[in-house]
């Protein structure tokens, strides 16, 4: 158990690293010379990442080292290191230059991958890359040398090599200017119990070393210069929640059981099969997404039949009974483009994704689907189709499904016939079609993140836009009702997965909305766990009714923060404190803030709650 996601302390700002890489032409006598250097520079680097992942699984186990795997592999990937060699041979460019752009090359390619897990391993592609670069070019390591005491860092980033190198008895928390929550540096934070707050733009600028900053990691906000009021609230709340660490652990293994009686499934979000038993510890009642798009990315031939059946397996066999949804790949055209033959788009989000992908590639997903039904053999199996926007999307994937289950049998090869086959609502085409979709999907899992964005017609990962991105907006509450009011007429049910299910005070207006199922990440499960047992579910219903009546998003921000925030414990309140109340403006959920003057804050930002229960091993949730 690790201590919370608050803390207050003296800023220590990291300056940004500065590894300025510049084209020089290498004479022919030097360029051996030149590559020995390179070759080098990856044994030093190589060194450096062993000391690390090995002290990382003295400190959070194997499962959290294995991250820094991905790393020693990069290093060692073989079509890297021939274009390299090539690119100095041949151009006879120097080491460095020609390195910085192979790897660029790469980053740049996960960097327009729709999935945020997925787009966050460009992270990991950089940091491996200064690694490098800085033996080549004999830079010197930042450092936190001047680090004399307890600190809050200011930055502009941190790779997960250098948040594993990050001295806890040093570090309060850490506040980084670029970054998501799936991101390895925040995943290693986790694990090690330190609060961060990511993504806030300006925090350079913001603040100078000595100033004393307050770190909210569950709101996602931080407080330059706090007042002496306002950072005895920060204070009481940080006792209060170690006190209330235990509280999450001890609930782990009960049901996400209402006050009146109503059960919630709750599941959890995985991306590889090694975050399986995460998912148990965490107290998940099964897999309600498990992303397959890893088998298809940064690779140049289709994942096998056998490779995708073993991985299916092993997380059906370790979820013991458990249900496990399988969602068909979610790509679009211009990710896999290397072995589909599929050409760029100028709009991937409207464009060649999810299910219309796998129908236009029909080996590729027959191949899938065979794995999936291979996997029910080992127990509770469901699949789940992505970005359905028509029945006859729907229909023509079943009539796939329906030939792969009749050469199965045919075969005589051992599956489930029974497992049920659902799809993700993402799309108001899908909601307003909802009626005609239950009659041949057997659940419906609402994609919430594209919902709002295809809801509210704004791309959720342009910054200009992000004060338009509002889970709250009565158009998105109304369309989640609408789909389960539709799933429930056909005797369907309905879970939500996105970060709406993954907030506890939204979490418990989508009980109001009459959702079935919660899937969540595995280091929101507790909490939203903590939150659906804290309300009722017929008051969580009243709720919801006065919000679909709503005419915009900020009266149901007001509800929202009046009804549900006083139902929550006090560990998931915004803001509470006793015995003062804090104001209505400072009570809003922090994304939607009118922030003081000292306060820096940024619309959706990402955080990394340490104080969760099995924070340990959140860190094994990629690598």
Not at 15 to 22: D, H, I, K, S
Not at 135 to 152: M, T, V
Not at 349 to 373: D, K
Not at 377 to 391: E, L
Request: charged content about 25%.
């Amino acid at each position: 158990m690790t201590l919370t996601g608050i803390a207050v302390g003296p800023v220590f700002r990291l300056e940004p690293e500065q590894l300025a890489v510049r084209e020089a032409e290498i004479e022919a006598c030097d360029l051996d010379h030149e590559l020995q250097a390179f070759r080098d520079a990856l044994d030093l680097a190589r060194h450096d990442l062993t000391a690390i992942r090995d002290g990382i699984a003295a400190e959070l186990g194997q499962d959290a080292a294995a991250i820094y795997d991905a790393h020693l592999m990069l290093l060692d990937d073989p079509d890297m290191l021939k274009t390299v060699e090539s690119g100095v041979r041949d151009r006879r460019r120097n080491a460095a230059w020609v390195f910085q752009g192979v790897m660029g090359s790469v980053a740049a390619r996960f960097d327009q991958v729709d999935d945020e897990y997925l787009r966050e391993r460009r992270a990991d592609i950089l940091d491996v890359e200064r690694r490098v670069l800085r033996y080549l070019l004999g830079a010197g390591r930042r450092s936190l040398g001047d680090l004399k005491a307890p600190a809050i860092i200011v930055a502009h980033d941190l790779g997960p090599s250098e948040v594993a190198m990050l001295p806890r008895d040093k570090v309060l928390a850490f506040v980084l200017e670029v970054g998501g929550r799936t991101s390895h540096g925040a995943i290693v934070a986790r694990g090690r119990g330190i609060p961060a707050v990511l993504s806030v733009k300006g925090a350079l600028h913001a603040v100078k070393t000595g100033d004393k900053v307050a770190v909210d990691g569950f709101a996602g906000t931080i407080e330059v210069n706090p007042d002496e009021a306002r950072a005895g609230t920060f204070q009481r709340r940080l006792e209060r929640l170690r006190l209330q660490a235990g509280s999450l652990q001890s609930m782990l293994e009960q049901p996400a059981l209402t006050l009146d009686g109503r059960r919630i499934e709750l599941a959890a979000n995985i991306e590889l099969p090694g975050d399986a038993p995460e998912a148990l510890e965490a107290g998940a009642d099964g897999i309600g997404l498990f992303r397959t798009e890893f088998f298809y990315l940064n690779r140049v031939d289709r994942p096998s039949e056998e490779e995708q059946y073993r991985a299916y397996r092993d997380v059906t066999e370790t979820m013991a009974g458990r249900p496990v949804i399988f969602r068909t790949m979610d790509l679009g055209g211009d990710k896999v483009a290397s072995y589909l033959g599929v050409t760029h788009e100028t709009n991937p989000f409207l464009g060649l994704r999810g299910i219309r992908l796998a129908l236009a590639s029909p080996e590729m997903f027959r191949t899938q689907i065979r794995a999936i039904y291979r996997a029910s053999a080992h127990g509770k199996v469901r699949m789940m189709f992505p970005m359905v926007s028509s029945v006859e999307e729907l229909l023509r994937a079943l009539e796939l499904r329906d030939r792969v289950l009749s050469e199965l049998k045919r075969d005589h090869v051992p599956h489930d016939p029974e497992v049920e086959t659902g799809i993700m609502i993402e799309t108001p085409s899908a909601v307003w079609m909802a009626d005609a979709l239950a009659k041949h999907a057997a659940f419906f899992s609402i994609g919430s993140n594209d919902l709002i964005q295809y809801t509210l017609a704004m791309d959720r990962d342009n910054e200009r836009l992000a004060h338009l991105y509002e889970p709250l907006d009565p158009a998105v509450l109304r369309s989640i009702r609408h789909t389960v009011d539709a799933a429930h007429e056909a005797g369907r049910w309905v879970g939500v997965c996105g970060e709406m299910a993954g907030d506890p005070h939204t979490a418990a207006l989508l009980v109001g909305l009459g959702v079935d199922e919660l899937s969540v990440s595995c280091y929101d499960l507790p909490r939203v766990k903590a939150a659906v047992r804290s309300i009722r579910a017929d008051a969580a219903a009243a709720v919801a009714r006065q919000a679909l009546a709503a005419a915009s998003a900020a009266p149901v921000r007001a509800l929202v923060r009046e009804r549900i925030d006083a139902l929550m414990p006090s560990y998931l309140a915004h803001d509470r404190d006793e015995p003062e109340r804090p104001t209505a403006a400072a009570a809003a959920p922090a994304a939607k803030r009118a922030p003081p003057s000292p306060t820096r804050q940024m619309p959706r930002p990402a955080t990394t709650p340490a104080g969760k229960p099995a924070a340990k091993s959140a860190a094994r949730r990629a690598r």
